[in-house]
Each structure stands twice: as structure tokens, then as C-alpha cells.
């Protein structure tokens, strides 16, 4: 299953203005998001970077895989 993993820089703004920590990482798929502070993909990947055609979300750089991917929040 292909996965799409990008920074939310919203999230990032948020926790410097609220002092917060809030996971800034989304790995998405088609039936999920999942947030994290860490991500490790096991096996091939590849970054894009298409500011012309950014993702729904509005990330004009992300990465896509179909390999297994370990999501970590602490």
C-alpha cells in the first residue's frame, strides 16, 4: 500500500507559539493518517517536491513508498 509521509509546518507553528509538542509528522494512506515525532521506513522511498501540484493538504514536498514504515511518537 502506498504511503505518503510530509511535515506539517502548521503544527510546527503551533507548537512554538502554544509551547507544545504535538507530533509534526503524517504518514498517510489511503484509508488513514497516522502523526508521529518519528518515522522509519524500511526499504525504498522517494522524495518529491511539486509546487505546482501540492497534495490536498498543501505539502509541496513529500515522501512516497509502499514499504513497511515504523511509526513512533515519543
Known amino acids: 500500500m502506498k504511503k505518503i509521509i510530509h511535515i506539517n509546518q502548521h503544527v510546527i507553528k503551533s507548537n512554538k507559539k502554544n509551547n507544545e509538542s504535538k507530533p509534526v509528522i ?12 518519528e518515522v522509519k521506513i524500511k526499504g525504498p522511498s522517494i522524495i518529491k517536491y511539486s509546487p505546482n501540484k501540492p497534495l490536498s493538504c498543501g505539502a509541496n514536498c513529500w515522501v512516497e513508498t509502499k514499504s513497511e514504515v515504523e511509526v513512533k511518537n515519543a
Open 26 to 37: 503524517t504518514v498517510k494512506t489511503y484509508k488513514s493518517n497516522e502523526y508521529a515525532k
